[in-house]
């Protein structure tokens, strides 16, 4: 496939929103100008070709890369992106952010991400367990435990990280878990970490309505994207009493203002790879889902959904940013201004990282944990995380997403400076 020719869904260059939302920071909480200049830059990045021989015969050459933000707090961690729109400069904005989410969220970790531009929906099993090992291999220098440990992301899954493991493992003559987590249970993965992106989020949307002095119950919630984040989340608030008015996938959105039966769309897109005719629910386009009538509204697909074209008329009264950049620069101001509270990215959709960090831990240790102390520790981390960025936000009079971006630029920020720079 000629991924060159995708039409992407990145309107404005991901890296330099990322870096200009970095500098707006560095003076908000007046960061010393040098500093935000070492951060503005990826400290590597790796850019591989990846032949792969398909079932006809033929052999296709994919384009992937590995890039590294930050290691001043530990080694980087990230997920791999299978994606036709992925570029370098999504992947660089992707790890900035991983760095700063880590950093949040106070784990041991720098920040990573991986791509490759292709799309896996096209590829065959044995085509993409060979596409994941050729690219492995490439990048086998590059990661392990104590230096950049992979995760899953958009396109990628724990069958993904099964072959990353074990092309790893082969190559150093012995099992590694610590190289990669959302691994499958029976090969060291952590219980938990499936949901635990989506349950993160509802442990942010749980704060805030205690803030608020509302239920989950009261509130009704559109969710853009099915797969890992939105579909688990659509599930856990459903559990939690809240109505899921709307869900959609890349093909469309199904809405119903009384609500969605949540475990009949789980089940209708499992049989059907679709949520399209959904019975009882009337169908949408992604774009009109945004603009729905709810009180969250859950970005959980990719970046850059919520622009200045289309904020204005956003109605919900909390964004809850599963996916990863949702919402442009401009776009936040217009939300703001509206007096939208958005819960941001690297608060919201940490949960995953969390959790990867426990399936990291429990691998170096080789002592593994019950589901429900992983989810009780993910609380504790995630609901810290949520106060210390609600105070610095009450504290410094400004948005969410700045407190918390905030917080974690200044962690970062102080380990650099106490290391030093070398040599
Ligand atoms: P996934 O591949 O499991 O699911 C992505 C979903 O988005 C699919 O349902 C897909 O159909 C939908 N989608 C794709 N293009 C779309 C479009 N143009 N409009 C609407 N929907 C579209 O991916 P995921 O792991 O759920 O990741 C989703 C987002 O969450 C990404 O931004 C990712 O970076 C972020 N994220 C994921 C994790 C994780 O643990 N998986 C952690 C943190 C953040």
Partial sequence: MSTAEAASHLRENPFGLAKSQLRRVGEIFELDPNLIRVL??????????????????????????????????????????????????????????????CALMNLPFGGAKGGVICDPKTLSASEL???????????????????????????????????????????????????????????????????????????????LSVKNGERLADYSVAIQGFGNVGANLARLLHLEGAKVVAVSDSRGAVYNPNGIDVPAAVAHKQERGTLLELANAEQLTNDELLELPCDILAPCGLEQVITEDNASRVQAKIICE?????????????????????????????????????????GLQEYFWREEEV????????????????????????????????????????ATTTRGLYP
């Fill in 40 to 101: 503005s830059q990826c400290k590597k990045a790796v850019e591989v070709s990846i032949p792969v021989a398909k079932d006809d015969g033929s052999i296709e050459v994919y384009l992937g890369y590995r890039v590294t933000h930050n290691i001043a707090r530990g080694p980087s961690k990230g997920g791999i992106r299978y994606h036709p729109d992925v570029t370098l400069d999504e992947v660089k904005s992707l790890a900035m952010w991983m760095t700063w989410k």
């Fill in 375 to 414: 989810n009780a520790k993910l609380h504790d981390i995630v609901a810290r995380a949520f106060q210390e960025a609600w105070q610095t936000k009450e504290r410094r009079d400004t948005s969410l997403r700045m407190a918390s971006y905030g917080l974690a630029v200044q962690r970062v920020a102080e």
């Fill in 322 to 362: 599963g996916a990863n950049g949702p919402v442009t620069p401009t776009a936040d101001a217009v939300l703001e201004d509206k007096g939208v509270l958005i819960l941001p990215d690297i608060l919201a959709n940490a949960g995953g990282v969390v959790v990867s960090y426990f399936e990291w831990v429990q």
């Fill in 129 to 207: 367990e060979r596409m994941t090992r050729r690219y492995t291999s490439e990048i086998i220098n590059d990661i392990g435990p104590e230096r950049d440990i992979p995760a899953p992301d958009v396109g990628t899954d724990g069958r993904v990280m099964a072959w990353i493991f074990d092309t790893y493992s082969m190559n150093k003559g012995h099992s590694v878990l610590g190289v990669v987590t959302g691994k499958p249970l029976s090969i060291g993965g952590s219980l938990g970490r499936e949901e635990a992106t989506a349950r993160g989020a509802l442990y942010c949307i749980q704060a």
